[in-house]
């Protein structure tokens, strides 16, 4: 099977005591489940949002997508769309 294919076996257990378990084939960002951009984007929304809020995620989402075409400037710029203001 390895290191063809990747497989585990995850278990939980509830706190009522029930126990769930299975067994996922070649998670997502293996080699035959490449992650796409669009689970990136996906992921990062999820984990953003409940912090920043729909606006503010899909102007940094956007902003740092484009990295790899920035300037010092730009970058600067980027990375104060990360302070969180208390």
Known sequence: MYPNVVAMKVMATTKDGRVIEFVPRDPLGHTHNPT????VRDKFK?????????????????????????????????????????
């Open 36 to 39: 796409k951009d669009q689970d």
């Open 46 to 86: 999820r984990t953003v949002e409940p912090v920043y809020g729909r606006a503010k995620t899909s102007t940094v989402l956007e902003r740092w997508w484009r990295t790899k075409e920035f300037s010092a400037a730009e970058m600067t710029g980027a990375l104060s769309l990360l302070d969180i203001k208390t």
